[in-house]
């Protein structure tokens, strides 16, 4: 079997990512868009990602690592099958919010961004979701979920990981996952 090296990128994705890039690089403050265009293409920044944000933009790869790794938004690791996030908002803590968070880990066996180990769910927090007259409030993909408990959040995960069962992780068919 041909073997791949670890530092080449395919050059479908280098062309997308020059893509994604060169269609805000000349905004004012264009870093920001850029990287959240590129999370939304590929469900994270894919490393490749750095050097060529960095190249369009005249900066570091540290500056553009450095602006990743600050906003809790921004994922370096391919998120799992289902994105699940808890409200952290003040109105879900009032609310259970706390004991569901503590729930959500717990039934997980992982922390807030993290993923569980067969890549089904990540768990994510979030500062309110604009449900709060029926926290706590829980998202899974672009869907929001009032009143959660623990049961209702089982239910939740349940679901997700049928609808997603024979789904690939988003980032491994977006960059061409190999072998
Ligand atoms: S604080 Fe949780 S939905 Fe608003």
């Given amino acids: 079997m041909e073997k791949t090296n670890a ?8 062309t997308r990512l020059e893509t994604l890039v060169a269609r805000h690089a000349q905004r004012l403050g264009a870093m ?3 990287l959240h265009e590129i999370q ?17 933009l005249n900066v570091s790869r540290a500056e553009v690592y450095g602006v990743i790794t600050f906003y809790a938004d921004f994922r370096t690791e391919p998120p799992g099958r289902s994105i699940i996030q808890v409200c952290r908002g003040e109105a879900c803590q009032a609310k259970g919010g706390c ?3 503590a729930y959500a880990k717990r039934s997980l066996g992982i922390d807030f961004h993290q993923t569980t180990p067969d890549h089904a769910v ?12 029926c926290s706590p409030s829980v998202r899974v993909g672009e869907e929001v979920y009032g009143r959660v408990d623990a049961a209702t959040f089982d239910e939740l995960v ?5 609808n997603t069962e024979q789904k690939a992780p988003a980032a491994d068919a977006a ?3 190999r072998s």
């Avoid at 530092?7 to 280098?14: A, F, L, R």
């Avoid at 349940?158 to 049928?162: G, I, S, T």
């Fill in 7 to 14: 530092n080449e990128v395919d050059p479908i994705v280098q």
């Fill in 32 to 34: 920001l868009p850029i």
């Fill in 40 to 56: 939304a293409e590929y469900g994270f920044i894919p490393s490749p990602a750095i050097s060529v944000v960095a190249h369009a």
């Fill in 99 to 101: 004991e569901l968070e």
């Fill in 122 to 133: 990540t768990l994510e927090p979030v500062f309110c979701l604009g449900n709060c007259a």
């Fill in 158 to 162: 349940a679901e997700a990981k049928a």
């Fill in 175 to 177: 960059l061409g996952a």
